[in-house]
Protein backbone atom coordinates (compact mmCIF):
# COMPACT_ATOMS: atom_id res chain seq x y z
CA UNK A 1 0.00 0.00 0.00
CA UNK A 2 1.19 3.11 -1.05
CA UNK A 3 1.67 5.90 2.00
CA UNK A 4 2.66 9.12 1.96
CA UNK A 5 4.36 10.72 5.40
CA UNK A 6 5.18 14.81 5.34
CA UNK A 7 7.84 16.54 7.70
CA UNK A 8 9.54 19.09 8.11
CA UNK A 9 6.83 21.99 9.34
CA UNK A 10 6.79 24.31 12.05
CA UNK A 11 7.35 27.82 12.78
CA UNK A 12 9.44 30.18 10.95
CA UNK A 13 9.75 34.43 11.38
CA UNK A 14 8.96 36.05 7.83
CA UNK A 15 12.06 35.52 5.32
CA UNK A 16 12.91 32.41 7.57
CA UNK A 17 13.32 28.93 5.60
CA UNK A 18 11.96 25.86 5.60
CA UNK A 19 12.19 22.07 4.03
CA UNK A 20 9.68 20.04 3.71
CA UNK A 21 10.00 16.08 2.67
CA UNK A 22 7.73 13.85 1.13
CA UNK A 23 8.86 9.95 1.78
CA UNK A 24 6.67 7.82 -0.45
CA UNK A 25 6.56 3.88 1.06
CA UNK A 26 4.92 1.00 -0.42
CA UNK A 27 5.97 2.32 -4.01
CA UNK A 28 9.24 4.00 -5.93
CA UNK A 29 8.75 7.88 -5.63
CA UNK A 30 10.16 7.99 -9.17
CA UNK A 31 7.00 6.48 -11.38
CA UNK A 32 5.10 9.49 -9.66
CA UNK A 33 4.09 13.04 -10.57
CA UNK A 34 4.58 14.20 -7.04
CA UNK A 35 2.69 17.98 -5.82
CA UNK A 36 2.46 19.96 -2.62
CA UNK A 37 -0.57 21.32 -2.14
CA UNK A 38 -1.72 24.01 0.58
CA UNK A 39 -4.74 24.77 2.81
CA UNK A 40 -5.17 27.54 5.20
CA UNK A 41 -7.53 28.10 7.59
CA UNK A 42 -11.38 28.84 6.22
CA UNK A 43 -9.81 28.15 2.47
CA UNK A 44 -9.72 25.91 0.01
CA UNK A 45 -6.86 23.50 -0.93
CA UNK A 46 -4.68 25.13 -3.76
CA UNK A 47 -1.46 24.16 -5.69
CA UNK A 48 1.90 24.95 -4.24
CA UNK A 49 4.37 22.74 -6.85
CA UNK A 50 4.56 20.05 -9.29
CA UNK A 51 7.46 17.62 -10.11
CA UNK A 52 6.68 14.99 -12.91
CA UNK A 53 8.44 11.75 -13.20
CA UNK A 54 9.56 13.09 -16.35
CA UNK A 55 11.40 15.87 -14.35
CA UNK A 56 9.54 19.00 -15.54
CA UNK A 57 8.63 21.21 -12.40
CA UNK A 58 5.50 24.15 -12.15
CA UNK A 59 5.01 26.55 -9.52
CA UNK A 60 1.86 28.99 -8.75
CA UNK A 61 2.72 32.61 -9.28
CA UNK A 62 3.21 33.33 -5.56
CA UNK A 63 5.83 31.10 -4.57
CA UNK A 64 7.95 31.20 -7.95
CA UNK A 65 11.53 32.30 -7.06
CA UNK A 66 10.96 31.39 -3.18
CA UNK A 67 9.99 27.74 -3.15
CA UNK A 68 12.03 24.71 -5.12
CA UNK A 69 10.49 21.19 -5.51
CA UNK A 70 13.10 18.56 -5.93
CA UNK A 71 13.67 14.42 -5.24
CA UNK A 72 16.18 12.29 -4.05
CA UNK A 73 15.29 8.60 -5.59
CA UNK A 74 17.47 6.79 -3.25
CA UNK A 75 15.90 8.66 0.01
CA UNK A 76 12.26 8.17 -2.10
CA UNK A 77 11.56 11.40 -0.90
CA UNK A 78 10.55 14.48 -2.56
CA UNK A 79 11.52 18.09 -0.73
CA UNK A 80 9.90 21.43 -0.99
CA UNK A 81 12.72 24.11 0.03
CA UNK A 82 10.67 27.42 1.04
CA UNK A 83 13.06 30.23 1.41
CA UNK A 84 11.81 33.94 2.22
CA UNK A 85 8.60 32.68 3.71
CA UNK A 86 5.78 35.41 4.25
CA UNK A 87 2.31 35.00 6.36
CA UNK A 88 0.48 34.36 4.05
CA UNK A 89 2.35 31.01 3.77
CA UNK A 90 0.66 30.18 6.65
CA UNK A 91 -1.18 26.40 5.95
CA UNK A 92 -1.01 22.64 6.29
CA UNK A 93 1.09 21.75 3.48
CA UNK A 94 0.14 18.42 1.87
CA UNK A 95 2.32 15.59 -0.59
CA UNK A 96 0.18 14.50 -3.68
CA UNK A 97 0.83 11.33 -5.69
CA UNK A 98 -0.92 10.18 -8.69
CA UNK A 99 0.35 7.65 -11.04
CA UNK A 100 -1.73 4.99 -12.85
CA UNK A 101 -4.62 6.51 -12.64
CA UNK A 102 -4.27 6.52 -8.52
CA UNK A 103 -3.97 9.44 -6.21
CA UNK A 104 -2.38 9.49 -2.65
CA UNK A 105 -2.28 11.86 -0.25
CA UNK A 106 -0.12 12.48 2.86
CA UNK A 107 -1.20 13.76 6.53
CA UNK A 108 -0.47 17.21 6.06
CA UNK A 109 2.94 19.02 8.05
CA UNK A 110 1.71 22.68 9.58
CA UNK A 111 3.73 25.75 8.43
CA UNK A 112 3.18 28.80 10.69
CA UNK A 113 5.07 32.01 9.41
CA UNK A 114 4.76 34.76 11.96
CA UNK A 115 7.21 37.12 14.36
Known amino acids: QVQLVESGGGLVQPGGSLRLSCVVS????????ISWYHQAPGKQREFVATLTSGSRTDYADSVKGRFTISRDNAENTVYLQMNHLKPENTAVYYC?????????WGQGTQVTVSS
Open 26 to 33: GSIVSIYD
Open 96 to 104: NAIARAKNY
